[in-house]
């Protein structure tokens, strides 16, 4: 079973994975994106391309370029749900507490079972 923060606002809750972002490992830009997360999506593109101009000039060679980025991609998976957890708090997403489940939905369900079925979740 995996963790699950639950986040609600008026009659809406979403469920965010507690722990590392596998997702986000590869591509920090394209994961900040999707959650529509503008600030840190722009900042990991600064990131990169700080880096790429840093190896063009000659000032980093390329072991440690990818080193660097390694670093950087692997620093923002580990905290990309906590930084997702906090942007939904900027959006007044107000977190209730922690459920368990397969997935998402399955942690949802079970939160709002706990609640007495999902009408009365919010309630």
């Known amino acids: ?3 699950y923060s ?3 606002r008026a009659d809406e809750a979403l ?6 972002a596998w997702s ?3 591509l920090p830009v394209v994961w900040a994106l999707g959650h529509r997360m ?3 999506s722009a900042l990991a593109l600064a ?3 700080i880096l790429v101009a840093a190896w063009a000039r000659g000032w ?13 991609h692997f620093l ?3 905290e990309a749900n906590d930084l997702y957890r906090r942007a939904l708090y900027w959006r007044g997403y107000l977190e209730v507490e922690l459920s368990t489940g397969r997935s998402a939905d399955s942690a949802l369900r079970r939160w709002a079972d706990r609640r007495g079925g999902w009408d009365s979740a919010f309630a």
């Open 1 to 3: 079973m995996r963790v």
């Open 24 to 26: 986000a490992l590869p």
């Open 60 to 72: 980093l060679d390329p072991f440690e370029t990818a080193m660097i980025g390694g670093a950087f």
């Open 47 to 49: 990131v990169s391309l």
């Open 6 to 8: 639950i986040h609600v």
């Open 38 to 40: 503008w600030l840190w």
């Open 15 to 20: 469920a965010v994975r507690e722990g590392f």
């Open 76 to 78: 923002f998976a580990a």
